[in-house]
């Protein structure tokens, strides 16, 4: 029954995830990028936010995928899906600062 909860939240998580996901893909709502959120009011103005979008639409799809398999791994007491989950969680890390380093060189080009 323990389990059934915890997949239970895990999957909600998931699901919230993939919301934002598709949000930041459309390029609705608020971004949540720390570049946007630390930025003056005048540089809001002035940013293409474009691939700030992007950037974030990734991460929190990578996110989800992270919570899915990890809400898999305990409902099926499928305990390898966990590697995979890291595994993910370290692509996630390389995209966001390998990408935040492509964004800024091209903001300065």
Partial sequence: ??????????????VFLFFMSVRSF??????????????SKQEREKMNKKP????????????GIVFLLLALAVLLEV?????VGVSVVIITLIYAIV?????EKNKKQ
């Avoid at 305990?79 to 590697?83: H, R």
């Avoid at 990408?99 to 964004?103: P, V, W, Y």
């Fill in 79 to 83: 305990y390898w899906i966990y590697f």
């Fill in 99 to 103: 990408s935040s380093i492509t964004i």
């Fill in 1 to 14: 029954m323990k389990e059934i909860i915890i997949a239970s939240i895990l999957f909600a998580v998931s």
């Fill in 52 to 63: 700030y979008y992007r950037q974030s639409a990734i991460v929190f799809l990578l996110l």
């Fill in 26 to 39: 459309m390029e609705k709502g608020f971004l949540f990028n720390n570049a946007y959120i630390y930025a």
